[in-house]
């Protein structure tokens, strides 16, 4: 299958801003994703990048994607304490007719005061 | 309010039990899916349903079985050939099968 990577950890003061790096191996992914996932809760969609595009910002949230270095990133500006949680970076690839989606690990954000 | 609603939240199973965990969307999805997510690893694909009445293996479909009867149904069965079920599942769906997932709350099963 694709391999998906993250780092495991990332650790921010309050009102900093926090980047969450992700690489990836399919050349053929059609879109990029972010979840974001707190304790015992399931996946929330935060944003995502059709794989022509760049960037994409979404109020607080930017998305930077590299498609020649497979990269992906996600910087998340003014990173407040609610913004503490595990962000799964995820990518699709059209497998006959059918999207099959591959996870990272996740990169647990811990967010001091 | 529109949504995927998984239940129960938390479900022990004895040894040589089959159980089976309800995942419910009001969203007029075509497609859903089952993950499982155990600690520190990605989503694993257990099985996927892009029609009702039609459903597909994922990459660790052994031990688990599934139904699509109904649009808005998806349920999941964890048999006793699955050696070590403990792990949170997720279920999703999706507009499409090539569209945006949205996830359900997750199950937490563990073993007795």
């Known amino acids: 299958g694709e391999d998906v990577e993250q780092s495991l950890f990332l650790s921010v003061r309050e009102g900093d801003s926090s980047v969450i790096n992700c690489t990836y191996t399919?050349?053929?992914?059609?879109?990029l994703y972010w979840y974001k996932q707190e304790p015992g809760a399931g996946l929330q969609l935060l944003t995502y990048i059709f794989s022509n595009m760049d960037m994409k910002q979404d109020q607080r949230l930017t998305v930077l994607l590299n498609k020649k270095d497979k990269h992906l990133s996600l910087r998340i500006a003014d990173t407040q304490t609610g913004d503490s949680a595990i962000y799964f970076c995820a990518e699709s690839t059209r497998l006959y007719n059918f999207n099959k989606f591959y996870f990272g690990s996740g990169t647990k954000l811990n967010v001091k005061p | 309010d529109g949504g995927i609603t998984q239940s129960p939240k938390y479900l022990f199973r004895k040894e040589g039990q089959n159980v089976t965990l309800s995942c419910e969307q009001n969203l007029n999805h075509d497609a859903m899916y089952w993950y499982r997510q155990d600690p520190g690893q990605g989503l694993r694909l257990i099985y996927y349903?892009?029609?009702?009445?039609?459903?597909q293996k994922g990459d660790i479909a052994e031990g688990y079985s599934v139904s699509r009867e109904k649009k808005e149904s998806f349920p999941l069965t964890v048999t006793s050939a699955q050696k070590n079920p403990t792990a949170f599942y997720l279920c999703?769906?999706?507009?499409?099968?090539?569209?945006?997932?949205?996830f359900g709350s997750g199950t937490q099963l563990s073993v007795l």
């Open positions: 999703a769906s999706a507009r499409r099968a090539n569209e945006k997932l949205f």
């Open positions: 349903s892009q029609i009702v009445n039609d459903f």
């Open positions: 399919d050349s053929s992914s059609t879109y």
